[in-house]
């Protein structure tokens, strides 16, 4: 897995204000869906992010806890 990727995925998250779905995130880093799932998924489970199923949307954010850590 591509660990530039991951930081790219993490920098757009941590400039919104909201929680953004998988599709818009794809979208605005030029991956496709398939990829932003896999990475998302992956840094889930990891503790890094956590989402939500809004009908059928994943809705993701930052978790708190990495965000405090993610400047150290």
Request: hydrophobic share 35%; aromatic share 12%; glycine share 4%.
């Amino acid at each position: 897995m591509s660990n530039d990727t991951d930081k790219k995925i993490l920098e757009f998250l941590s400039k919104q204000q909201w929680p953004t779905t998988t599709e818009d995130m794809a979208k605005a880093l030029e991956i496709t869906w398939h990829t932003a799932q896999v990475h998302l998924m992956r840094m889930y489970a990891e503790g890094k992010v956590m989402y939500r199923k809004v009908g059928r949307q994943n809705q993701w954010w930052i978790n708190k806890n990495y965000k405090k850590n993610m400047g150290k």
